[in-house]
């Protein structure tokens, strides 16, 4: 007859409780994000966190982002066109201070720029998650979120 050792129970139901942790996907971040799935592609600013303020900016003032493989970071501030380096390693991503047009501003584009420009200078990490690009500052708090622009 085929007995089985406590032991080797023990061991079975551990393996199989880690297995079952590691194929967990109702977590919110893409486990499989890499840069190379965010550069090249036209991103839209969802989500930018100004002092104890969140913004959530809404057309004819959007903001937009895309990164070039290159290191090179530009696009829409919100007002003005934006151009500048970027810096990541791994989960890291920082920002050069970025230089921009200078036009005026319609509705509540200042607002949404002056957020914008500053939420960049917080910028310490990045994520993919829900299919979203989460630009977090050192804390860990997300302080810009970007939607795939559609085509």
Known sequence: MFSVKPMMLS?????????LAACNTTGQTDMASDWSSVTGKDWQLTM??????????TAPVVASANFADDGKVSGSNGCNSYFGTYTQNAENL???PLGATRMACINSGMDVENAFNNATGQVANWQISDGMLVLS????????????SAP
């Open 11 to 19: 061991s079975i139901a551990l393996s199989t409780a880690l297995l």
């Open 48 to 57: 930018v966190v100004d002092g104890d303020k969140m913004l959530s900016p």
């Open 94 to 96: 920082i920002f050069s």
């Open 137 to 148: 500052d050192s804390n860990g708090k997300a302080v810009m979120k970007f939607a795939p």
